[in-house]
């Protein structure tokens, strides 16, 4: 069944994916975006570690251990969950990118439609689709675990320090995204170490709230200007709590809004770049005066990215009954 609170924190993540994508590099960004600047930088250190840490809190209570049809149907299912959009999407979105850049600008096309489609697979940090990433780490995490819970008996939450530390000392490849798989590792971990001491974990005391938040706060002003890899792994950190304060207050998990995009969280990040590029494309293109009103600027981009995917899957994909459920 489906958790309130659980749907309520995607949603909040959701948001914040969307938010560190609206300026896909920062020597792209006009005079004026140096505040939204700051405030990217600050959420590539914590939203995806907090995105990985729910995805592995979800898939530990849902009891994907131990398939019940076997382990080979359970492979076909993620991949069709997972895998098949991913390489789907990542096509459509490389050749749409080769043919939108004759027309707009945009971010990042293919150097070839062969460049391109090879970076999807290769999964460096100049694939055209690098941003959809997520699909992919998430993919391998939920074929390995089940083998890996089988294979350590048990014990597979005690490698957690290790996958967080390993990161910070060692540079992984960027070939099948591995540099990824490793850097998240831990947190997806982390997720199931919750799920398992659930509900004991959060039972929470009147100062459980603001030490959370204001450990949250400080972690993110002390090690801004530590290397990548350290702040991911400090703010990571403190964000697994910090979520967990927020959503113990009721009105933020019994919030409708943040729900809705927490159930329609997989189309938003499947989709979220598609729509913010289109949008930027177009403002550059018919309405370039919006650029210097930095504020109406963002705010296109951020309810194009959030809202366009949702409701091109609703208005458009719900014609082909197999393309909405893909993407659902």
């Not at 591995?178 to 919750?194: E, P, T």
């Not at 398992?196 to 929470?204: D, G, H, K, S, T």
Request: some cysteine.
């Amino acid at each position: 069944s489906r958790r309130a609170d659980l749907d309520a924190a995607r949603g909040l993540a959701i948001i914040l994916v969307v938010l560190g994508h609206l300026i896909a590099r920062a020597h792209d960004a006009p005079p004026g975006y140096e505040g939204y600047l700051l405030a990217k930088s600050v959420i590539y250190d914590f939203h995806m570690p907090l995105f990985l840490y729910l995805s592995g809190l979800t898939f530990f209570l849902s009891s994907q251990l131990n398939p019940p049809h076997g382990y080979a149907h359970y492979v076909r299912s993620r991949s069709e969950r997972l895998l098949i959009p991913f390489v789907l999407f990542g096509v459509v979105i490389t050749v749409g990118k080769m043919l939108a850049q004759y027309v707009i600008f945009v971010d990042q096309p293919p150097k070839s439609l062969v460049q391109g489609v090879t970076a999807i697979f290769v999964g460096s940090s100049d694939s055209p689709v690098f941003s959809i990433w997520y699909m992919w780490v998430l993919f391998v995490y939920s074929v390995a675990t089940p083998i890996l819970w089988r294979m350590m008996n048990g014990y597979l939450f005690a490698i957690i320090p290790v996958l967080l530390i390993a990161p910070v000392f060692i540079t992984a490849p960027q070939i099948l995204y591995l540099d990824v798989v490793i850097r998240f590792a831990g947190f997806f971990l982390l997720g199931g170490l919750s799920a398992r001491m659930f509900p004991q974990i959060f039972r929470l005391s009147p100062l459980y709230i603001p030490i959370s938040l204001l450990g949250f706060a400080a972690s993110l002003a002390i090690v801004h200007n530590a290397p990548p890899e350290l702040r991911i792994v400090i703010c990571g950190l403190a964000s697994i709590p910090a979520i967990h304060a927020v959503l113990s207050l009721r009105e933020w998990h019994q919030t409708d809004i943040l729900a809705w995009l927490g159930r329609n969280s997989f189309v938003i990040y499947l989709l979220n770049t598609v729509f913010i590029g289109l949008t930027k494309g177009i403002v550059l293109r018919v309405a370039p005066v919006l650029i210097p009103f930095v504020p109406l600027t963002l705010g296109l981009l951020f309810a194009a990215g959030l809202l366009g995917p949702i409701y091109l899957r609703e208005l458009g994909f719900k014609f082909w009954r197999p393309l909405y459920q893909l993407t659902r």
